[in-house]
């Protein structure tokens, strides 16, 4: 898989660029806020239809343009996937409001015919890395969560849209139950939304046990190459909810509430049953409360490094050392589940690295059919390494050929 063109208009700081995109490794190199970040993350928003850094999406229409009447940022890009040439078009328009204070409304077009944006995902795949990721480990589990929901989002047919169902269901629930709370009312009034949100969040917790158990292995052998095979990587999930209540009492008392192993033999139903059952015994509990209060809304993963948990311990080097391990994973783990190489985005990665983790993310860059990598300065790179690759200069968000 791989880009070859690639059009934005009035997206960050480009108000207009067309640009042909050559396969193989591209080299960006140009001053800080001079557009690299941008152009990265424009690739990216095709894989996932929102930005990897930016708090609400109408912060990527540039600032220029939200004095016309309809501010609209618009994203075309032309990508080969297998032996076929596609079309996708991603269209941000910013409602009455202006100055960015009205509605935002996502278009996307696949090969000229408008689709849900749900429908969407997962025909264009990339795998981005930014030096501030490393807040996927260090920072809260809704982090954590986002990082996980985008990747599988690339993957998995229909999941954005059922976790999407799922977070409505949630918003439903928690309303009826304040409203429980403050007007009183017969607790019955509980059971639909439970049947909603039992079966939408048994097959996310379902869906992403069954991602974790394939990428945790990926992962795990990465970071084991990265540490001299001194560090094995185990992702723990620990789900928002006692797993434990989704098996037989007899085998609940030997079940380690973070292991997925004997949950993934549980069938569908055995887990919606399961979930919905725990949620009636918190009827009473959750009304005082106002909220429903397990789920996998409140999920949570750890990285634990050599029986250690890098984001509470690990020093600033370890957390660089799972980043990449967690990213050269997820670049293994989408093309053994799509068959095609994910596109891979590179911004002053390398910068952040020490010699020995240089080599072993240009060793990676071996198993792509194209890579995009930012730098301030190019001499970072080897310069044989640099020989093989297109080169391109930017400034102020115009992008000539080096």
């Known amino acids: 898989m791989f880009l070859k063109h690639l059009s934005l208009t009035n997206f960050r700081t480009f108000q207009r660029l067309e640009i042909d995109v050559p396969a193989g490794i591209t080299v960006m190199v140009g001053n800080n806020a001079q557009g690299k970040t941008s152009f990265l993350e424009a690739i990216n928003f095709f894989s996932t239809l929102t930005s990897v850094q930016a708090g609400r999406d109408r912060e990527l229409i540039n600032f220029q343009s939200l004095d016309e009447e309809l501010p609209v940022a618009r994203l075309v890009m032309e990508y080969v996937r297998g032996e076929k040439t596609h079309?996708?078009?991603?269209?941000?328009?910013?409602?009455?409001?202006?100055?960015?204070?009205?509605?935002?409304?996502?278009?996307?077009?696949?090969d000229g015919v408008k689709r849900p944006l749900q429908h969407a995902l997962g025909n264009f795949n990339s795998v981005i890395f930014l030096p501030q990721m490393t807040e996927i480990v260090e920072d809260g589990p809704d982090v954590r969560r986002r990082y996980l929901d985008m990747t599988i989002s690339q993957v998995y047919n229909g999941y954005a849209r059922e976790l999407s169902a799922y977070m409505q269901a949630i918003a439903q629930r928690n309303a009826l139950l304040k409203n429980l709370a403050e007007r009183g009312g017969d607790q019955a009034q509980l059971?639909?939304?439970?049947?909603?949100?039992?079966e939408k969040g048994s097959?996310?917790?379902?869906?992403?046990?069954?991602?974790?158990?394939?990428?945790?292995?990926?992962?795990?052998l990465v970071h084991l190459d990265l540490t001299a095979q001194?560090?094995?990587?185990?992702?723990?999930?620990?789900?928002?909810?006692?797993?434990?209540?989704?098996?037989?009492?007899?085998?609940?008392?030997?079940?380690?509430?973070?292991?997925?192993?004997?949950?993934?033999?549980?069938?569908?139903?055995?887990?919606k049953g399961a979930f919905i059952r725990k949620l009636q015994v918190l009827h009473r509990e959750e009304i005082s409360r106002g909220v429903t209060t397990i789920g996998p809304h409140r999920d949570e993963l750890?990285?634990?490094?050599?029986?250690?948990?890098?984001?509470?311990?690990?020093?600033?080097?370890?957390?660089?050392?799972?980043?990449?391990?967690?990213?050269?994973?997820?670049?293994?783990?989408?093309?053994?589940?799509?068959?095609?190489?994910?596109?891979?985005?590179?911004?002053?990665?390398?910068?952040?690295?020490?010699?020995?983790?240089?080599?072993?993310?240009?060793?990676?860059?071996?198993?792509?059919?194209?890579?995009?990598?930012?730098?301030?300065?190019?001499?970072?790179?080897?310069?044989?390494?640099?020989?093989?690759?297109?080169?391109?200069?930017?400034?102020?968000?115009?992008?000539q050929p080096a």
């Open 302 to 399: 750890r990285f634990i490094a050599n029986q250690v948990d890098a984001g509470t311990y690990g020093s600033r080097g370890q957390v660089r050392t799972v980043m990449m391990a967690l990213k050269i994973g997820e670049m293994q783990w989408l093309h053994a589940r799509t068959g095609e190489r994910p596109v891979l985005l590179l911004d002053e990665t390398m910068a952040e690295l020490d010699l020995a983790h240089r080599d072993a993310l240009l060793h990676a860059l071996t198993d792509c059919e194209q890579a995009i990598l930012t730098a301030t300065d190019a001499h970072m790179f080897n310069v044989d390494f640099l020989a093989g690759c297109s080169m391109w200069q930017v400034q102020e968000g115009r992008i």
């Open 230 to 271: 001194q560090s094995p990587l185990k992702i723990e999930y620990l789900p928002g909810l006692d797993m434990r209540a989704f098996v037989s009492e007899q085998k609940a008392l030997d079940i380690d509430p973070a292991s997925t192993s004997e949950l993934l033999d549980l069938k569908q139903d055995e887990l």
């Open 203 to 220: 097959f996310i917790i379902r869906t992403r046990m069954q991602m974790l158990a394939e990428f945790e292995e990926l992962a795990s």
């Open 191 to 198: 059971d639909f939304w439970d049947e909603r949100v039992a």
């Open 87 to 110: 079309t996708m078009e991603a269209r941000l328009i910013l409602g009455n409001g202006g100055n960015g204070n009205g509605r935002l409304r996502k278009e996307v077009l696949l």
